[in-house]
């Protein structure tokens, strides 16, 4: 197993070595990953497979100055956490969308969920958090893994005791979030876990990630959102959708807003993956 590069993970956060694990640091890492790491599958929209090792994730936001989605991002962010002492383990999740009257339940396993441990404080006394990068539009930082309703900027945020997973949590999105919430089992999980899932995100026309390109990056304020060729902004400094209409402005918002330049990414490359980016807008806003 490949060795995690702890010093370029930080740069590439722009933090300095955070010391001794802590609940100060551990926010500080959270909040870094989420501004610095944008949520993005575009790697599907390419046609270029991914797995679920986190080793791989990493190497992929480190050398190649790219995100992913959540087997990617908390797989990433469990290596950086755990080669500076954190107390990390992962979870079966399983995200509840707009289209789910109910729960679905952990059983899909279509998140994977991180808990850190060890870290008493006055608003954790447990010294157990909730950490999850991987949510998109959703978490700025960790949240104490107690029964409560919690702020960060705009946003509001619950948990409580699992309804569906004995021993479990859920945790329930803002109102104005792009899901409804996700429960996770309480043990561990580990990447077998995800494989099946993570293969049917990545390839099955049903996904919508094959579906439709998507790229979000949370900040303290809100969230920047690049769906298919709509850009849009929730919380602070709000903005509703505008197209994208022209590859050069489609390109120019991943460098800008979202922070990454796909130098990665040869000419033909570029060139295709507009073309199915604008195709499948272009069909869904079809009259």
């Known amino acids: 197993m490949s060795r995690l590069d702890t010093a370029a993970y930080l740069q590439r956060l722009r933090l300095p070595a955070p010391g001794a694990p802590s609940a100060e640091g551990l926010r500080a890492l959270h909040q870094a990953h989420v501004e610095r ?8 929209q390419l046609g270029r497979p991914t797995t ?5 994730s990493a190497a992929r936001i480190l050398g190649r100055h790219r995100g992913g989605y959540c087997f990617h991002l908390n797989g990433a962010f469990s290596l950086l956490l755990d080669a500076l002492g954190y107390d990390v383990v992962w979870h079966r999740g399983g995200i509840q969308t707009h289209a789910d009257p109910e729960p679905v339940g952990a059983g899909r396993a279509n998140h994977l969920a991180l808990t850190v441990h060890g870290l008493p404080t006055e608003e954790s006394p447990s010294g157990d958090w909730l950490v999850d990068v991987g949510l998109g539009d959703a978490l700025h930082g960790p949240l104490p893994l107690h029964e409560g309703t919690y702020a960060q900027g705009p946003f509001r945020y619950a948990l409580r005791r699992s309804e569906i997973e004995p021993g479990g949590w859920r945790w329930d999105h803002d109102a104005s979030g792009g899901f409804v919430g996700m429960d996770f089992r309480a043990g561990p999980a580990w ?3 995800f494989h099946a899932r993570h293969a049917f995100l990545s390839t099955s026309p049903e996904s919508g990630f094959v579906r439709t390109s998507s790229v979000q990056r949370r900040d303290a304020g809100g969230v920047d959102i690049l769906t298919g060729c709509m850009l849009g902004r929730l919380g602070e400094g709000a903005r509703e959708p505008v197209e994208l209409e022209t590859r050069a402005e489609w390109f120019g918002a991943l460098c800008d807003v979202f922070d990454l330049p796909l130098t990665d990414v040869d000419a033909a490359s570029r060139a295709a993956l507009w073309a199915r980016v604008r195709a499948a807008h272009e069909a869904c806003f079809a009259v």
């Open 191 to 193: 990447q077998a876990d």
């Open 52 to 56: 679920v090792d986190p080793h791989e």
């Open 37 to 44: 790491v944008s949520y993005e599958a575009l790697e599907i």
